[in-house]
Nanobody, 121 residues
Framework: QVQLVESGGGLVQAGGSLRLSCAASGRTFSTSTSTMGWFRQVPGKEREFVARVSGGNTWYADSVKGRFTMSRDLTANTVYLQMNSLKPEDTGVYYC??????????????WGQGTQVTVSS
């Protein structure tokens, strides 16, 4: 079983920064060999993709490109999402996810409990 625990959310003013962490655990699980992702959701809307790292590549949603950076600490089995120049529309619950490549798509099988990010204008 894989467990993902997010932390680092909070309230910040527009233009500010936050760093989210996602600590992963599991008997044979490693963030270095898994696809890891960050998603976010606001009430009444579907969960949306924010960033993903798989192998040596990282992808970002257009809405966060140039402002957010996803990284991994392989020794700590932890992934991070550094969020700069935050905007009110970045507000939401941010979820960490772990999964794998299936064919030409990604499937995320494990999810954290989420951490709230609120950006005030």
């Amino acid at each position: 079983q894989v467990q993902l625990v997010e932390s680092g959310g909070g309230l910040v003013q527009a233009g500010g920064s936050l760093r989210l962490s996602c600590a992963a655990s599991g008997r044979t699980f490693s963030t270095s060999t898994s696809t890891m992702g960050w998603f976010r959701q606001v009430p009444g809307k579907e969960r949306e993709f924010v960033a993903r790292v798989s192998g040596g590549n990282t992808w970002y949603a257009d809405s966060v490109k140039g402002r957010f950076t996803m990284s991994r600490d392989l020794t700590a089995n932890t992934v991070y999402l550094q969020m700069n120049s935050l905007k009110p529309e970045d507000t939401g619950v941010y979820y960490c996810a772990a999964g794998k490549v299936v064919g030409t798509a990604y499937r995320f099988d494990y999810w954290g409990q989420g951490t709230q990010v609120t950006v005030s204008s």
